[in-house]
């Protein structure tokens, strides 16, 4: 297992570099004028030239990359100061440091993708594997059906309807907000559970519609029958052998799922008024802001990273013959 887990965490870091030297080639390097953006309208020739300068766009290119890589690793001095790392850079439009804007907003994204994936994963598989129990009773029809419904709606429907009656129509709960769940654990989970139920609704529909027909093509397996042939419970075989087994095709796209996740903060974000890092990378491409548009893009892809391994590392642990390949 810690060959494997090596091996994947290697695979990722070249994959991160490799994202970063195309995100600095493409925004950098490309055709449009870095410094032209950074200066804004109006802006002198004396003045453009300072910021090119300011910027090191003077200087070769292969010394450019070489100043931004190294700055993630080993931070990098700017005429207003030093940059730690990982230093993403100056902000074009407020002049903060790239990492601590995002570190700012990171603990909101974080909880919503987090918290969604709870509940799909917890409602969605609970529910799933209850109709695949009671397969053919009405628990299954209304789950399936249910199911089939839930999947055909969007973030962008979902959110203002449950705004409009949770909040605004019967004032219920209050309006969706990021309180850190170090001061409030309570205040954190009542403050995002509107975002959180209406990111998950989607998945926990395709999830319990996977789960269900996962574990019934399990329990017609052969080692399945033998298992009740020899007098074994129900239950016994359905959580001992036919569980585990149903989990493989379910880990195997949970990865994307996460994934998407992050891509749906987005629109959660937008639609339920919250600063985090999907709302920043809105900004960021509404300013022209490019070292904040540069670090959010590497920011997420260490994110959609991390959570891979940690899914291949679960997908490993149910079926070792992942190990080997």
């Known amino acids: 297992m810690l060959q494997f887990i090596i091996r994947r965490t290697v695979g990722a870091a070249v994959t991160l570099f490799l994202i970063g030297a195309a995100t600095f080639f493409l925004f950098v390097a490309g055709p449009s004028d870095y410094a032209s953006l950074a200066c804004g309208k109006d802006c002198s020739a004396a003045r453009l030239e300072e910021i090119r300068e300011v910027l090191g766009l003077n200087q070769p290119v292969a010394q450019q990359f070489w100043d931004f890589m190294s700055g993630i690793v080993m931070g990098r001095d700017f005429p207003t100061g ?20 995002i570190m700012d907003r990171f603990p909101l994204t974080v909880s919503l993708t987090i918290g969604a ?9 609970g529910t799933g594997m209850l109709a695949a129990f009671r397969r053919g009773s009405h628990v299954d029809k209304v789950a399936t059906g ?7 709606f969007q973030i962008y429907f979902l959110g203002p309807i449950a705004l409009m009656v949770l909040v605004y129509g ?7 907000k990021y309180v850190p769940f170090t001061e409030d654990p309570f205040g954190w ?9 209406v990111m998950a609704t989607i998945f926990t529909a395709q999830y319990t519609r996977m789960a269900r027909s996962s574990l019934i093509e399990q329990l017609a397996e ?7 042939a020899k007098g074994m419970s129900q239950k016994y075989v359905f959580f001992r052998y036919a569980w585990r087994g149903s989990l493989i ?3 195997t796209i949970l990865g994307i ?8 903060a987005v629109v959660t974000e937008l639609t339920f008024s919250l600063q985090g890092i999907g709302r920043l990378a809105v900004d960021g491409a509404v300013n022209k802001d490019l070292p904040l548009t540069m670090g959010v893009m590497l920011v997420g892809a260490f994110m959609i990273l991390v959570l891979n391994i940690l899914v291949d590392i679960a997908y490993a642990w149910i079926d070792p013959r992942v190990r080997l390949s």
């Open 257 to 264: 799922d996460l994934s998407s996740l992050l891509g749906g």
């Open 82 to 101: 030093h940059c730690s790392a990982p230093c993403l850079g100056q902000s074009f439009y407020s002049g903060d440091l790239v990492w601590d804007t």
């Open 170 to 176: 019967t004032g219920l709960m209050e309006d969706p």
């Open 222 to 228: 052969d080692h399945v029958r033998t298992a009740r």
């Open 146 to 152: 249910a199911s089939m419904v839930l999947s055909s």
């Open 249 to 251: 095709p379910i880990v």
């Open 189 to 197: 989970l009542i403050g995002l559970s509107i975002p959180m139920v």
């Open 117 to 125: 994936a709870l509940v799909f994963l917890i409602v969605g598989l």
